[in-house]
């Protein structure tokens, strides 16, 4: 029993699935071999060895009840009333392993922060820009500069090498330096015609062209420039250098730095 148990393990390792389906699975298989403790525990009682049989009884017990548990917490959304774990931790002073990834991680999970004012009564939309070469370079520079000033760390959150690898292993697309978008510090946008170039850097004196919005939504800008008012709500810098599992590590790849935009608009008509 406990040798199938051990092969469809190994196997699962090979395959790249969520890992809350991984521990459901986990937790099928260790509550179906559990029973197996009563089959041995029954072979000891009736060959006369009493006291063996209810040590496999007390421990059929116990792993009965951490399959409870994570029956209750991998299949629903409940607690449990009888779950001791709390006390455990709070008793031999330990952290769960998410919260110690959390903290380790040091990085809001707040995604897009508006910078540039709140819009309650606009519309907002996603932004999609077009990068050169020059654009490119210029954003790297700035998140150099950013990073020796202490704004942000490359660092993907601070994990060690295997809290990486089994994040990396969770997410299909792999992971980057910067695990959550990062507010650029200053932007602005400048209309030179009927293209919307955006500026911005560390501070108003050190700000560079980063790039023009081509659409906003699913509409070409060119097609809001004379009906609209466009304004940036908030600019953040994601991507970099990035990560993914490979079979038994992580691989790195060198990959650009890049925007994600929040523009709010509105009706000329409306001005």
Known sequence: MFSIIGIINSYLGYININVKIKNRVYTVLGT???FYLLYVAYQFFKNGFIARGALFILAFIALAYCSYLNVIHYFTNKKSRIDFSPWIEKKLHLKPKEEEVGKASGISKAGYVQTNGIFANEKMLPASIKMNQENRLNLKKIVATLEQQGY????????????QFKMA???TNGIDALLEPVALPYFELEKRGSKFVILGGVNPLE?????????VGLTPVEDLGDKYEIFLAAVVIQGGPHKFAGRSSLVSEE???NLGIQVAYKSKQES
């Open 32 to 34: 179906v071999g559990n």
């Open 152 to 163: 942000l760390k490359l660092n993907f959150g601070g994990l060690s090498e295997d809290q």
């Open 169 to 171: 292993r969770t997410n």
């Open 207 to 215: 700000r560079e062209e980063l790039g023009q919005i081509i659409r």
């Open 255 to 257: 990959q650009p730095f």
